[in-house]
């Protein structure tokens, strides 16, 4: 069974930056695609960003796009999310996710999900 371990998230002020890891393990993902998401207290899960398995393709969120960058690790069962210039209304808890396609700029058919790891951003 594979799991996903999400890290990196804390308590940072407005401008700043974090960089999130997911680390899995129990198989090799270097043939799926994976991505992040993010929920807000109270707000449904939404899409942040994916990448394809080979690395090759990425795709964001419009609010994020130009902030936040995706990527994946050499051996590839390792996936990075850095995020600069937070805001305020990007506090969330982020999740990894691992499996499906990328389709119409978001990730479907996830196979894979961790248990997230939670980003405050103050003001």
């Known amino acids: 069974q594979v799991q996903l371990v999400e890290s990196g998230g804390g308590l940072v002020q407005a401008g700043g930056s974090l960089r999130l890891s997911c680390s899995a393990s129990?198989?090799?993902?270097?043939?799926?695609?994976m991505g992040w998401f993010r929920q807000a207290p109270g707000k449904e899960r939404e899409f942040v960003a994916a990448i394809n398995w080979s690395g090759g393709l990425k795709t964001y969120a419009d609010s994020v796009k130009g902030r936040f960058t995706i990527s994946r690790g050499n051996a590839k069962n390792t996936l990075y999310l850095q995020l600069d210039s937070l805001k305020p209304e990007d506090t969330a808890v982020y999740y990894c996710a691992a499996g499906g396609g990328i389709q119409g700029g978001t990730l479907r058919g996830i196979s894979y999900w961790g248990k997230g790891t939670l980003v405050t951003v103050s003001s």
């Open positions: 129990g198989r090799t993902l270097s043939a799926y695609n």
